[in-house]
């Protein structure tokens, strides 16, 4: 039973690019959420997914966008890439009708910009 | 009002010993509480959570205390080990509104444990 699987694990880019993260969830989840992390900090939510609609968002602006698939699946794009996105971006996994099930987190792609 | 603080920033244990990282919350609305272990190239991992109808659930080595009126709440890592070492992480959560689903969770700074053998 695979995890939340993550692609890629690293990726380098330079500013003002624009980048798409790729998340698959564990079987038999639903919901979908992206976190960033930076060095030295805790996960700062950025925004979920179900049903392929954003239902939650945090303090990120614009730039950061998503979309979810009907297999569950998710992207994160980032446009106008700043060198401050640089960060382990995080993405995380529930069942939308278990009360209480933990979110399930991936290994993370880990984005540098130079 | 989002916010939640953790200390310490760092903790050095003996093998054996208990390791005590403290969380505290700001938001009344919170009622789930997981403890989150990373490792170095990992994502984060469930250790253990509760939910504030509780004071302390305890599952192998790891416990959780909770102070709802301190809003306050603590891991305490009993007989650490060497493995134990990690980044400890705890996170606060609510019920989305309209809905049962717990969606964003909030985290704290992170607490680098090393257990010395």
């Known amino acids: 039973d695979a995890g939340v699987t993550q692609s890629p694990t690293h990726l380098i880019k330079t500013r003002g690019q624009q980048v798409t993260l790729r998340c698959s969830p564990k079987s038999g989840h639903d919901t979908v959420s992206w976190y960033q992390q930076a060095l030295g900090q805790g996960p700062q939510f950025i925004f979920q997914y179900y049903e392929e609609e954003e239902r939650q968002r945090g303090n990120f602006p614009d730039r950061f966008s998503g979309h979810q698939f009907p297999n569950y699946s998710s992207e994160l794009n980032v446009n106008a890439l700043l060198l401050g996105d640089s960060a382990l971006y995080l993405c995380?996994?529930?069942?939308?009708?278990?009360?209480?099930?933990?979110?399930?987190f991936g290994d993370g792609t880990r984005l540098s910009i130079l | 009002q989002q916010q939640v603080k953790q200390s310490p920033q760092s903790l050095i244990v003996q093998k054996g010993g208990i390791s005590i990282i403290n969380c505290a919350y700001e938001?009344?609305?919170?009622?789930?509480f997981p403890w989150y272990q990373q490792f170095p190239g990992k994502g984060p991992a469930l250790l253990i959570a509760?939910?504030?109808?509780?004071s302390e659930k305890k599952e192998g080595r790891f416990t959780i205390s909770f102070n709802k009126s301190a809003k306050q709440f603590s891991l305490h890592i009993m007989d650490s080990q060497p493995g134990d070492s990690a980044t400890y992480f705890c996170?606060?959560?609510?019920?989305?509104?309209?809905?049962?689903?717990?969606?964003?969770?909030?985290f704290g700074q992170g607490t680098i444990l090393t257990v010395h053998p």
């Open positions: 996170a606060a959560s609510k019920r989305h509104a309209g809905g049962t689903s717990y969606g964003k969770l909030t």
């Open positions: 938001n009344t609305a919170f009622d789930y």
């Open positions: 509760i939910r504030p109808d509780v």
């Open positions: 995380a996994s529930r069942s939308h009708r278990a009360r209480g099930q933990p979110q399930h």
